[in-house]
């Protein structure tokens, strides 16, 4: 096992892979070593070994250095072997995982087959002794520090250079972390600084003109960071959200009529995200601008239920109207459930059940609240009293 | 006596001073500002210049993703408060909390029939990654989690219910007090409960459990079976998958 050398397992230029095989124990003569269980590759100037289970471990010797092979037949328990009689190793080869060694020979044991074909390929390379006629340079040593070209080819080749990409994307996710962490030591700064300015205009209580607290709310915004002093975020909203009212009122004009008026603001959400496809709108932004359409003067309006729902309707929707046709709805059929409802009128769920629960509210309909569900009645007790 | 500080006059001098001081102070909160503008744009720069190395791993590693959510949160900025703020704009995170928000919103629609508006973590996160085809980037739960927690604001009810290790995520406006959690959590192990475990378990009287388990049932979040041998049980839809993992149903004869 002497003559063996450690090598990365690429192969050079003008050397090619002939054949390999998986599951080959290396044993030192008669003695077993601790290679045990690895992938056997020919080529057309080496015989390479390398660990199944730690890739880095790999070793090779030259073809040059067999004498010759002999097969040795498998028996019970012991699997089938070649037998690589070895010249002594020469005295300019490559450190190797041993010293010295008292045998002059070598097995390879295919304890997975394999080695029919193997050996026959082994006699052939053998024979045929194209390393003389493809001369390749000594092995390159690999420094790891030039990212720049590893020529490899072969299967050994492609798995060496999916191992340097892993070890690339690590030291990239390592740097990304680093580089994230002076990141957030800079926007920290930002913060204190925003608090520090939140202070002086508490202590100032309100000496503060309006044009510079729309410009901190916005610098404020910029770094997403809540507002110190109104413990809200962004109130009244900036400038970005006015602008963004504007827009919705005329996005959402159309889908508004379609859908009766009113919409939920998930919906809302959906829509003009789903509309946008980039430079999306946060949930925030939609709330914010939405609570200013009243006051600029838009033809929407949010409104939000008792039960925390928020929606979008028509300046001209009324609500109130349409719980006068949602009673005579329920009328006509007796009772309604908010599914029921729903699917009548052609309504989502969610906001039929706000339009019963408002009728309720006004004293049009009663309930019914049983484990088959909500189910309501017009008000007889208002109606025939 | 001199009498100081009375007087048109002195009223006037005082009105001055103060008028000094407020201008004062306008001044500094003006040069404050002025230099928050500044390193605001200086900011904005070492963003970018991360994001032209790193955004790509924002986008493609979750982990890389929770990392940054956690150092912001820890600096008390939130990346997510608009898609105009800096981070969203340079970074891309935005977007992509963003749009999950959609698809989360799509998915608790199409299954609310089924589950009353409760469904586990997990396959919100089936569901999601279903729908975003072969090609779109992993989606760890942790974004869903954080997507989910902007929702909220929306008044849409979604909200995120601890349960046994794990979250149920609800999506409907219905009202889900500390009694409703506790049951969902007693029910999460094997998929249903009955009276007699929460009576049990949470030592309840007959009463409140009932109560508790007709609300569910009202509310569409719990089925119940009554011919189950022992007494009704009360099976919770959202569980449902987690239970029956990947079993195929039998084929027809």
């Not at chain 1, 073809?63 to 012991?78: M, P, R, Y």
């Amino acid at each position: 096992m002497d003559r063996f050398s450690w090598t990365t397992g690429l192969l050079e230029l003008g050397e090619t892979l002939v054949v390999q095989q998986r599951g080959v124990r290396l044993s030192d003569g008669e003695e077993k070593v601790k290679f045990g269980s690895g992938v056997l590759l020919l080529s057309t100037h080496r015989l390479i070994w390398r660990d199944q289970k730690n890739h880095e471990c790999c070793i090779a010797v030259p073809l040059s250095q067999i004498v010759f092979i002999e097969e040795q037949a498998a028996g019970i328990g012991k699997s089938a072997k070649i037998v690589v009689h070895l010249h002594p190793a020469s005295s300019n080869k490559e450190p190797g995982p041993f010293q010295s060694s008292k045998y002059s020979y070598i097995k390879l044991s295919f304890k997975e087959h394999g080695q029919i074909e193997f050996y026959r390929r082994l006699s052939e390379e053998i024979t045929q002794r194209r390393w003389e006629s493809m001369p390749t340079g000594q092995a390159m040593q690999v420094k790891d520090s030039q990212a720049g070209r590893i020529r490899a080819v072969g299967i050994v080749g492609i798995e060496r250079k999916l191992e340097e990409k892993r070890k690339e994307t690590d030291k990239n996710i390592s740097e990304a972390f680093e580089d994230l962490s002076k990141l957030m030591e800079k926007a920290k700064e930002m913060v204190e600084l925003s608090k520090s300015i939140a202070n002086k205009i508490k202590e100032k209580q309100g000496d503060i003109t309006e044009d510079e607290t729309i410009r901190f709310k916005s610098y404020l915004l910029s770094m997403g960071i809540a507002n110190p002093v109104t413990r809200e975020t962004y109130g009244s909203g900036t400038e970005y959200h006015m602008q963004l009212a504007k827009q919705l009122a005329g996005i959402l004009q159309t889908p508004l009529e379609e859908r009766g008026g009113i919409m939920s603001l998930t919906e809302v959400y959906c829509l003009v995200n789903r509309a946008r496809g980039l430079e999306l709108l946060s949930p925030e932004d939609l709330v914010n601008a939405c609570k200013m359409l009243e006051s600029l003067k838009l033809p929407l309006r949010l409104r939000i239920f008792d039960s925390g729902v928020m929606v979008i309707e028509l300046q001209s929707h009324n609500e109130e109207e349409m719980v006068a046709a949602a009673l005579e709805t329920v009328s006509e059929k007796g009772s309604l459930t908010a599914d029921e409802f729903a699917k009548l009128v052609g309504m989502s769920v969610l906001l039929a059940k706000e339009r019963l629960l408002l009728a309720e509210k006004m004293g049009h309909l009663c309930r019914d609240d049983s484990v088959e569900g909500l189910r309501f009645y017009p008000n007889l007790f208002l109606t025939q009293s | 006596m001199h009498r100081r500080g009375v007087g048109a006059g002195a009223i006037a001098r005082r009105k001055l001073t103060e008028a000094k001081y407020k201008e004062r102070g306008t001044v500094l909160a003006e040069d404050q500002l002025a230099q928050m503008s500044k390193q605001l744009q200086t900011f904005r720069s070492h963003l970018e210049a991360f994001a032209s190395k790193h955004k790509q791993e924002i986008r493609k590693s979750p982990e890389f993703r929770l990392q940054f959510q956690d150092m912001c949160a820890t600096i008390g900025v939130d990346p997510l408060a608009s898609g105009k703020g800096f981070w969203a704009e340079m970074l891309g995170v935005g977007d992509f909390y963003y749009e999950l928000g959609v698809q989360i919103i799509e998915v608790c629609l199409a299954l609310k029939h089924r589950n009353g508006g409760l469904i586990t973590l997990q396959e919100l996160q089936q569901q999601v990654l279903k729908g975003r085809g072969k090609f779109a980037q992993d989606v760890s739960q942790d974004d869903l989690l954080r997507a989910i927690k902007k929702l909220k604001v929306l008044g849409n009810g979604f909200g995120i219910i601890p349960v046994g290790g794990t979250f149920l995520v609800q999506s409907v406006p219905a009202e889900l007090n500390m009694d409703h959690t506790v049951v969902l959590q007693l029910a999460e192990k094997k998929g249903f409960v009955t009276v007699s475990e929460i009576q049990a378990s949470l030592k309840w009287e007959t009463e409140r459990a009932k109560q508790v388990l007709d609300h569910l049932l009202r509310e569409g979040m719990a089925w119940l079976d009554a011919q189950a041998p022992a007494e009704p049980q009360f099976w919770l839809p959202a569980l449902f998958s987690e239970l029956h993992g990947h079993e195929e149903p039998p084929a027809a004869p």
